[in-house]
């Protein structure tokens, strides 16, 4: 049976992957360096090795250690809206822990290389999204994505590695890290609920994403994986259920049965307003997945929510920028995270 490499699989959307690898026979091994993935999140019949994608050495054991069929690459810095004053780190884990990961699978000669990159490559663009316009990042996390993708592509042009990437958006379920105070909002809602803080909502709450309920798309990376004719290309992978930050925000409560729990309105801060995607191409070319509706998903997330219950919003960041000058938005959640 093959064996495939999941990096972040301890992590949200890489341990629900590595689980599907498992399910189907396969043999799977997590890198994790268990700075937002938990070992209690690895499936069972995988194998954990605690490391970064940024650590050369460490992924050069990895390789020498395993023969892998293939890469499915979901570990990241996804921290976006604070990826501009972590820009070191931020370039450190999600480009050159990327080029590692693609030097060593080049090397291995691996029969595919999957990429979970972001929409946050669009930037302020055109809604719904297409894989055929312009990416133009707003954010050091989106420019980060974007130049892995590149490169990716000139690998595959140049020396043959064949790649597939998925553009993901507003992905949430069980597994979330409720701890992480700068992403992930469905998470960060149900904590602050559990904790009895109010919700807390940048600006009027008017910015419409299109949230997605994790299990639904673990199968477009297998889809991906199975058909030649994905590789070499980009795909838009997410719902196609919009809604506002602010209705989402009604949604938890509701779904926590606390439906008159306090909203805090944050100053708005500076993000793209609208983000969703016209996935048709996914649905053509990897076949269709499922949409779970916005309240089902969140009532199965706030049902493992409780069963885990409240954590500390905790980060191991060190700020490389001055932060006096950044908005509120941005001090309340560093404050936040150092005060817990």
Not at 56 to 83: M, N, W
Not at 296 to 312: D, K, M, N, Y
Request: no cysteine; net charge negative; proline share 5%.
């Amino acid at each position: 049976m093959p064996t495939h490499l999941v990096t972040g699989g301890a992590g949200f959307i890489g341990s629900h992957l590595a689980a599907s690898l498992i399910e189907r026979g396969d043999d799977v091994v997590v890198l994790d360096n268990l700075d937002g993935g938990k070992t209690e999140n690895v499936p069972n019949g995988a194998t954990l090795v605690v490391g970064s994608v940024a650590d050369q050495a460490t992924v050069a054991e990895l390789f020498a250690s395993y023969r892998f069929d293939g890469v499915y690459h979901l570990a990241a810095f996804a921290a976006e809206g604070i990826s501009h004053a972590v820009k070191h780190h931020n370039y450190s884990v999600n480009l050159l822990g990327s080029i590692n990961l693609i030097n060593a699978s080049l090397a291995a000669k691996v029969r595919f290389f999957g990429f979970a990159s972001s929409v946050a490559v669009y930037g302020h663009g055109h809604v719904p999204m297409r894989e055929d316009e312009r990416p133009v990042p707003a954010d050091s996390y989106g420019n980060a994505k974007l130049a892995v993708e590149r490169e990716l592509a000139v690998t595959m042009q140049l020396q043959g590695l064949p790649y597939f990437a998925l553009r993901m958006h507003n992905v949430y379920g069980e597994r979330q890290n409720m701890g992480d105070p700068y992403r992930n909002a469905v998470a960060i809602f149900l904590n602050q609920i559990m904790r009895g803080e109010p919700v807390s909502v940048y600006g009027d709450g008017s910015q419409i994403r299109a949230f997605t309920y994790a299990p639904d798309i673990v199968g477009t990376f297998l889809a991906a994986a199975d058909q030649p004719a994905a590789w070499g290309q980009v795909f838009n992978v997410g719902s196609s259920h919009t809604s506002t930050v602010l209705d989402m925000a009604h949604a938890v409560r509701t779904a926590m049965g606390v439906p008159d729990h306090p909203i805090k309105h944050l100053a708005a801060r500076d993000e793209v307003h609208a983000a969703y995607t016209d996935n048709s191409l996914a649905r053509k070319t990897l076949g269709d997945w499922a949409d779970t509706p916005l309240a089902e998903g969140l009532r199965r997330t706030a049902a493992w929510a409780r069963e885990h219950g409240p954590v500390e919003p905790v980060t191991s960041l060190s700020i490389e920028n001055d932060t006096a000058d950044q908005p509120e938005w941005f001090t309340w959640a560093a404050g936040r995270a150092a005060t817990s």
